[in-house]
């Protein structure tokens, strides 16, 4: 699995990776966060980034996440770029990360795909109309599909009806995407106490 280097102003990289650990009920193995301050020495910080590359490098190398393209913690993330086996993204968001960790066992090229598409696709206008729903694709699930969608899927098997088991007005790519999100469809927001 590819380790995964998170390099942004300071309190975002810890801020980032303690969502991770928050997501998945504790941090992965070989994800690190690099805060950068603002009286921070930015050589001391490119030899603490090597430093961190080498420890969490994988057979199929690292990925490293910063915040904002052209700002320090960017142009410290951009000195890796050269390194063998490491790819550097700009725009870090929590989707990006996301993605990445979920994607962290494929070739570096298609997590970066993936990392970028989380990215890209994570970002949603919230409003009175509701988003269309993702399909289960479309969702973010890592390769390996999550339990629920596994349990969908040989539902959906055992019974070719489409809409068996579900309220009526309930569309399928609705089941579908919330399988893949935790019980909620994939850009749906849901308030604080429904269920």
Same mark, same amino acid.
């Given at each position: 699995?590819?380790?995964?280097?998170?390099i942004?102003?300071a309190?975002?990289?810890?801020?980032l990776r303690?969502?991770?650990a928050?997501i998945?009920?504790?941090?992965?193995?070989r994800?690190?966060?690099?805060?950068?301050?603002p009286?921070?020495?930015?050589?001391e910080?490119?030899a603490?980034?090597?430093?961190?590359?080498?420890?969490?490098?994988?057979?199929n190398?690292?990925?490293?996440?910063?915040?904002?393209?052209?700002?320090?913690p960017?142009?410290?993330a951009?000195r890796l770029?050269t390194?063998?086996?490491v790819?550097?993204?700009a725009?870090?968001?929590l989707p990006?990360?996301v993605r990445a960790?979920?994607?962290?066992?494929? !070739? &570096?090229?298609t997590l970066v795909e993936k990392a970028? =598409?989380?990215?890209?696709? $994570?970002?949603q206008?919230? /409003?009175?109309?509701?988003p269309p729903?993702?399909?289960?694709s479309?969702?973010?699930?890592?390769?390996?599909?999550?339990t629920?969608?596994?349990?969908d899927?040989?539902?959906?098997a055992?019974?070719?009806? !489409? &809409?068996?088991g579900q309220?009526?007005?309930?569309? =399928?790519?609705a089941t579908r $995407?919330a399988a893949?999100? /935790?019980?909620v469809?994939?850009?749906?927001?849901?308030?604080?106490?429904s269920?």
């Amino acid at each position: 699995m590819a380790g995964i280097l998170i390099i942004a102003h300071a309190p975002l990289a810890t801020a980032l990776r303690e969502c991770i650990a928050h997501i998945y009920g504790g941090c992965p193995a070989r994800i690190g966060a690099l805060d950068v301050l603002p009286d921070s020495d930015p050589a001391e910080v490119v030899a603490k980034a090597h430093s961190e590359i080498e420890r969490l490098r994988e057979d199929n190398g690292a990925l490293v996440l910063t915040d904002m393209f052209g700002a320090t913690p960017s142009n410290i993330a951009a000195r890796l770029a050269t390194v063998p086996e490491v790819r550097v993204l700009a725009g870090v968001n929590l989707p990006m990360l996301v993605r990445a960790v979920c994607y962290r066992a494929t !070739p &570096l090229d298609t997590l970066v795909e993936k990392a970028l =598409a989380g990215a890209s696709k $994570g970002v949603q206008t919230i /409003g009175p109309t509701m988003p269309p729903v993702a399909s289960a694709s479309e969702c973010g699930c890592p390769p390996a599909p999550c339990t629920e969608a596994t349990t969908d899927a040989t539902k959906q098997a055992a019974n070719p009806n !489409p &809409l068996a088991g579900q309220s009526a007005g309930e569309p =399928a790519a609705a089941t579908r $995407g919330a399988a893949c999100t /935790g019980g909620v469809a994939a850009g749906v927001f849901r308030p604080a106490g429904s269920t």
